[in-house]
């Protein structure tokens, strides 16, 4: 392929997966598989990499980040960035309305939307092109975080359809969608990590990060608000909020009642109330109201405060909260041996639930609230699933309740706790010989995203610590029937079961084996990134700090703790029982010289040439990945490799035999 072809193939395929981005993230409504989608992004990809100086800024493939911004550029804005008025009561609201309608004699309309509780951010096209994005900063100046905002599938990089002006700024909230959110928490539970406390202020820290790479794996989400042009677009806020709909971006829907054109007060009361209560079912947190006078000429003549519009006001939304009393304190310990202070409360209803329990985070959240037993504590419920304490009634405290005294020992094994410089978590150290630590390992080694070992679950891994037959995970590889069929509850088939579950496991990957280990801070991800990196567990073994700081995503911390973890006497032992067990530590020679079973039982017929590999290539891989070549296509044919100058007759015989007719983009994402 030469630049010319190259460039309108690059200007084909970027066209193409913008619109697919659209379709999929803004309108939900996907017209390819993911499978035909990375294939496309596959090809753009090696395109841009073969022709560096054809890839643009806002290529598609910008979206999976990389770019690593040091620091991020300080940017004036054009138009400064003002906050708005808040009440929190509806009298207010109506006193704006009577304020605003005194103005006129003409009718007035205004449009109603949701407060979004993310982080304010300009963004700025020229010529319908992504030029910056910019954080609100103090109001006057922000900070350029382009790179990261790129990565928010919902921003478009290129605009679709007509009429937008040269050159314009449009406003908006990002956040973070809350099962996104709980998803990244649970994941960190999992690997031991403190969690985030609300999603506001995470999306906050995300968009600050200077690695892309990191932003675009968590999802964030982006609504719009306002265009900023010194053209004219339309005569109302809702129309231009609409156009910019067309133009690509994500916007409330009128059709959602996201946002809502309102001719009187009772109308914006609905609104009001509505959202009052459907926005515990909404995907991202809103904090409240926003009632905007709808026609640009009447804002105008309406004008601003020092800070504010007078054509714009808040309604806020009371945080769901209630008060119920403080019965006891209980802390749990995890399988990394963290404790977590559990606030046990008195029964009460919260937002549709009834709450008992309410997470106090650790021992500084309990000395900052100054919590005492029976005291009446308020409780609230974010986009957490878990509910939180966030303060005290102190009318309500009676004189003789004393302050709480965070533990010093640990409630399972009575071990001393410590806590380590700079960490917020105490931990219990016996992480031997602490039976909450133990069964907790052993279960997340168990686990479906470790070793995935089925005949067994929590209650039986209880049971088999507490009876003594297993301590850790490699004992697990010693079990006999004969020490199994004594047991209560056992059957034949389920000892059968469990044994066969437990043989399987020798089948389990590499990077699984080693999250299944349970090692602090190695995630899925981590040890993918590890596993990947060295290869096997011996390299590993021998990896000083700045071999494994020098991986893509790791960090000091991770470092630290993966060394420790080999370096400790009683972890190289249990893995050398694990290497005897003939588990995975290695990623097996075959798949590192490009071996692969991923085709296996497929049989492929290449025909036409291709632009990135000879035919003999191609048919190398498929044997090298486990598929099957063959000179002409017939029903046992699977797949028909289509290059360029392929004969019609082959086509015809493909579609008539309904043999799936791939390019070698296609082919290229299947052996991935
Ligand atoms: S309009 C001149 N509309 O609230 C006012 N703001 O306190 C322009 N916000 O910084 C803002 N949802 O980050 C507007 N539907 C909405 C909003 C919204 C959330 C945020 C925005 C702004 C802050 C103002």
């Known amino acids: 392929m030469n630049a010319s072809q190259a460039e309108k193939r690059i200007q084909q395929l970027s066209h193409e997966l913008e619109q697919h981005n659209y379709n999929y993230y803004v309108l939900s409504n996907p017209s390819i598989s993911d499978f035909e989608f990375d294939g496309l992004l596959k090809e753009l990809e090696s395109l841009e990499q073969q022709f560096p100086a054809l890839a643009s800024e806002n290529s598609p493939t910008k979206r999976v980040g990389g770019d690593i911004t040091k620091k991020f550029k300080q940017v004036t804005h054009d138009f400064p ?49 992504f030029n910056r994005a910019v954080t609100r900063g103090d109001g006057t100046k922000g900070e350029d975080i382009s790179a990261n905002v790129k990565t928010i599938r919902t921003i478009p990089l290129q605009l679709r359809g007509e009429g937008y002006p040269a050159d314009f700024e449009i406003r908006g909230e990002i956040f973070f969608p809350l099962d996104e959110f709980n998803r990244l928490n649970q994941e960190r539970e999992e690997i031991g990590e403190a969690l985030y406390a609300n999603p506001r202020n995470t999306a906050s820290g995300t968009l600050k990060n200077q690695d892309s790479a990191l932003v675009a794996n968590r999802n964030l989400n982006c609504f719009l608000y306002g265009v900023y ?72 003549d309406l004008g601003y405060t020092a800070k504010s519009p007078r054509w714009a006001i808040a309604y806020k939304f009371k945080a769901e909260a209630v008060a119920t009393k403080l019965e ?32 106090l985070h650790n021992a500084d959240q309990i000395e900052k609230l100054d919590l005492r037993i029976n005291d009446f504590v308020f409780v609230e419920k974010g986009g957490e699933i878990i509910p939180k304490v966030t303060g005290v009634d102190l009318a309500r405290r009676q004189v003789d309740n004393v302050p709480l005294v965070y533990i010093t020992h640990c409630p399972d094994c009575q071990t001393e706790l410590v806590r380590k410089e700079g960490e917020a978590q ?8 602490c039976p909450t630590q133990v069964k907790g390992r052993i279960q ?76 602090r801070y190695v995630g899925e991800t981590v040890a993918k990134k590890l596993a990947r990196h060295f290869h096997s567990v011996e390299s590993i073994k021998s990896a000083s700090i700045e071999d494994l700081i020098a991986v893509d995503e790791i960090g000091q911390r991770i470092a630290e703790s993966v060394r420790e973890f080999f370096d400790n006497p009683d972890q190289q032992r249990l893995v050398e029982r694990l290497q005897n067990a003939e588990l995975q530590f290695a990623i097996p020679e075959e798949q590192l010289i490009g071996k692969t079973d991923k085709l296996s039982g497929q049989s492929f017929v290449i025909s036409g040439v291709f632009d990135r590999h000879s035919r003999d290539e191609l048919k190398e891989l498929i044997e090298k990945n486990g598929g099957k070549n063959s000179g002409s296509v017939s029903s046992k044919t699977n797949y028909l490799l289509a290059g360029e100058g392929m004969g019609p007759s082959k086509r015809q015989k493909a579609e008539d035999l309904g043999v799936q007719i791939i390019s070698e983009a296609d082919f290229e994402a299947m052996i991935a």
């Open 328 to 359: 006891s304190v209980s802390y749990q310990v995890g399988r990394t041996g963290a404790i977590t202070p559990v606030a046990n409360l008195a029964p009460v209803l919260l937002a549709g639930t009834t709450v008992k329990r309410a997470s």
């Open 229 to 300: 042009s010194r053209e004219k677009i339309s005569e109302t806020h809702l129309s231009n909020v609409l156009l910019a709909g067309e133009w690509g971006f994500n916007i409330p829907r009128p059709e959602n009642n996201m946002i809502r054109l309102c001719k009187s007060i009772d109308d914006i009361m609905d609104f009001i109330n509505y959202w009052d209560t459907e926005r515990h079912k909404l995907n991202f947190e809103i904090d409240g109201v926003v009632i905007k006078v709808n026609n640009f000429i009447q804002q105008e």
């Open 426 to 433: 105490h931990y219990c150290p016996n992480e031997s010989g």
């Open 81 to 129: 960035m003002l906050s708005l008025s808040n009440s929190y009561s509806k009298e207010e609201i109506i006193e704006f309305e009577e304020r605003a309608r005194k103005l006129t004699d003409a009718d007035m309309e205004y449009v109603c939307e949701l407060k979004y509780d993310g982080v304010a951010i300009g963004i700025r096209y020229i010529n319908g092109q």
């Open 444 to 519: 997340h080694f168990i686990g479906r995203r470790a070793m995935d070992i089925e005949g067994l679950g929590a209650e039986t891994i209880d049971q088999l610590v507490e009876e003594g037959l297993i301590a850790n995970n490699a004992d697990l590889f010693d079990l006999r029937a004969e020490q199994l069929l004594p047991l209560e509850r056992m059957a034949q088939k389920s000892v059968d079961n469990m044994l066969a579950g437990i043989t399987k496991a020798k089948l389990i990957p590499f990077e699984r084996v080693l999250f299944a280990l349970g090692i």
